[in-house]
């Protein structure tokens, strides 16, 4: 049984996946929204839709997220760090009775809600519901019917500002290399992939001044395997995947390299740290236009299949893959419990959506010949 208000609220409505959320959510018809900030100083009263009620909440404050929360139907997070915030917005959200969707949350807040009598009575918790790791696991399952067996390699980067709670995550993200990570949860190791059906680490070198179709320019490629890749990997039988974000230019890539092992999660120390990670993504985007691609190839013993993802905005696509979420858990389309976003989604329906939604405007996918290879430079 959910909450027997009918508003939807939305938390972070200030942020850039906020604000977009908020607009693609009055695109699909979902009214009667409850908009959620820390400062409403931050909200542009141009983009509230009609009878859109706003609020002060404060996600470090329980009271602040309960009195957010009381009466509505379903909870919207947008908001972050979501390495700090965890299950905190879940559980004020399922305790008031109301569904909860999270843009984020992903392997932490999944584990610790993991067996919450707060999921008791019919609720639902979707997390990971953005571009990554919610669409991009969604990706794979469009091109085969069957990944087991399979071997899939991934080219994902772009340039583009970054939000401060976005660059806090990443901040967050960095110290997971010894396995552990923050609050002793793994988030990601570098040089890692998942190989012969497990986790290998130092399998995969990094490359630098090499050029990857789509890509302008050389670039550099990293092997990065999170949690949520390798989750895919295991739940869809896959026998190799080899995960490669791409830097567009040097500034990040050499910021985030250096911050490893110094990152604080004490708000003044991260707040920096943020700051430095921003100042570094502007530096690479001077004089270039801010994109975001994603590529995909499967390879099997009867096909090879490439799929190719390109946005002028990763906030505007994760916004996307949120409100489709919501939409489909207030269809009813969902069922009750705790999921990750690419379990329950219709693939099809998913793509589908965003793309309508304007966030996606490049979705293209290729068949090759049944042995061209697919590597650096041939996508």
Request: glycine share 6%.
């Given at each position: 049984m959910t909450g027997t208000g009918s508003r939807i609220a939305v938390l972070g409505a200030t942020g850039?996946?906020?604000?977009?959320?908020?607009?693609?959510?009055?695109g699909l018809g979902i009214g009667?929204?409850?908009?959620?900030?820390?400062t409403l100083g931050g909200i542009d009263s141009a983009a509230v839709p009609p009878g859109a009620e706003v609020r002060?909440?404060?996600a470090g404050d329980p009271v602040s997220l309960e009195q957010f929360c009381a009466g509505t139907r379903l909870v919207l997070n947008c908001a972050g760090p979501s390495y700090l915030l965890t299950d905190r917005v879940a559980r004020a959200a399922l305790a008031a009775g109301s569904d909860y969707v999270d843009v984020s949350g992903d392997g932490p807040t999944h584990r610790l809600l993991d067996g919450s009598p707060l999921l008791n009575g019919g609720r639902t918790a979707v997390l990971s519901a953005g571009m990554l790791p919610g669409l991009a696991n969604v990706v794979p399952r469009l091109l085969v019917d069957d990944l087991t067996g399979a071997r899939l390699v991934v080219y994902a980067g772009g340039i583009e500002p970054f939000a401060p709670a976005s660059a806090a995550d990443l901040a967050l993200s960095l110290d997971s290399s010894d396995g552990a990570g923050v609050d002793g949860h793994w988030y990601g190791e570098t040089r890692t992939a998942w190989a012969g059906g497990r986790r290998r680490r130092n399998?995969?070198?990094v490359r630098e001044d090499v050029e990857v179709a789509g890509f302008p320019g050389r670039v550099t490629t990293m092997p990065f395997l999170t949690a949520d890749a390798e989750r895919?990997?295991?739940t869809t039988g896959l026998d190799d995947l080899h995960w490669y974000n791409v830097f567009?230019?040097?500034?990040?890539?050499?910021?985030?390299t250096r911050l490893r092992g110094r990152v604080r999660?004490?708000?003044?120390a991260l707040a920096a740290i943020a700051g430095e990670i921003s100042a570094a993504a502007g530096l690479d985007l001077a004089g270039l236009d801010p994109f975001y691609l994603m590529a995909f190839t499967v390879h099997r013993p009867d096909t090879t299949v490439t799929a190719v993802l390109r946005t002028s905005s990763s906030f505007e696509l994760t916004a996307a893959t949120a409100a489709y979420t919501v939409e489909s858990v207030l269809a009813g389309k969902v069922a009750a419990g705790l999921h990750y976003a690419d379990d329950?989604?219709?693939p099809r329906g998913l793509v589908g959506a965003v793309t309508g939604l304007g966030a996606l405007p490049v979705f293209q996918t290729h068949r090759h010949a049944h042995d061209a290879p697919m590597e650096i430079g041939s996508l």
């Open positions: 850039v996946v906020g604000r977009a959320a908020v607009r693609m959510l009055t009667e929204l409850r908009i959620g900030a820390r002060r909440v404060d399998a995969l070198p895919l990997a295991r567009v230019g040097t500034a990040l890539r050499l910021t985030l999660s004490d708000p003044v329950v989604l219709d």
